[in-house]
């Protein structure tokens, strides 16, 4: 029976599906080389290093990360607050459950969770991580990405009016700052295991100024825009 099904999907893939790849292969969904890149070897880095168990990917939207994972060989569980933000949508690449990681519904447990540039999309971030910390296994550790600058926080950059874009988005894009980090330490028991941060702009804070790609690895005392961060869950 699942033969059958495997000829049927790999029939209808190949006479409508592969049209509608070569188009998306003409058609560049991003049309410069921008940070997936950076966070995407940073995560596969400690993947590799760290992970045994079952992964949470958070916030999969429409990419392939959470289909990556799985055929590295990872046990990947992705949710994504689909209604209420995408309206509706279809990941081609994995199947998506639909959840809030504000308001999780999934009861399992997970020795890593990704969540790769979508925090600054959730207004209560704090609530975000607290949730994340509680579907971990003791020890297990959390990957984050998201715009950063060391000393300042803004609440919707794409609002401030140096902004290179983002100013019709239906979302919210946080940069986060120290103070933003320690605030979710402080209520948890995760820890810092690594942290890295690049220039992604060549302006103060992220969409200011032309885009520099590929991402420039540098440190927190000098200019950068996005921070990739590695968290433990500490529990005696």
């Known amino acids: 029976m699942k033969k059958s099904i495997r000829k049927i999907y790999d029939f209808i893939g190949a006479k409508y599906l592969d049209p509608i790849l070569k188009q998306e292969q003409k058609k560049r969904p991003f049309p410069v080389i921008n940070e997936r890149a950076t966070e995407y070897a940073f995560s596969l ?17 429409k990419s392939s990360w959470p289909h990556i994972l799985s055929i ?33 519904k999934t009861k399992d447990k ?80 995760f820890k810092i295991i690594d942290q890295e941060y690049y220039k992604v702009f060549t302006g103060e804070f992220w969409t200011f100024g032309e885009r520099i790609a590929p991402c420039i690895k540098t440190s927190s005392n000098n200019l950068h825009h996005l921070t990739c961060l590695l968290l433990q869950k500490i529990e005696d």
């Open 110 to 189: 997970f020795q890593f969770a990704t969540c790769l540039s979508v925090l600054e999309h959730i207004p209560n971030h704090k609530l975000a991580i607290e949730n994340i910390h509680n579907l971990l296994e003791k020890n297990g550790y959390l990957l984050l990405t998201f715009p950063y600058n060391e000393t300042t926080y803004h609440n919707d950059i794409y609002k401030h009016p140096e902004a290179g874009y983002g100013q019709t988005s239906n979302f919210i894009t946080q940069v986060f700052s120290r103070d933003e980090i320690n605030l979710w330490l402080n209520k948890t028991s």
């Open 45 to 61: 880095k400690h993947l590799q290093a760290l992970c045994t168990g079952k992964v949470l990917d958070i916030g999969s939207g």
């Open 72 to 104: 590295c060989g990872f046990e990947v569980k992705a949710i994504d607050k689909i209604e209420g933000y995408w309206g509706s949508y279809f990941n081609r690449h994995y199947k998506i459950v639909s959840d809030d990681i504000t308001n999780p």
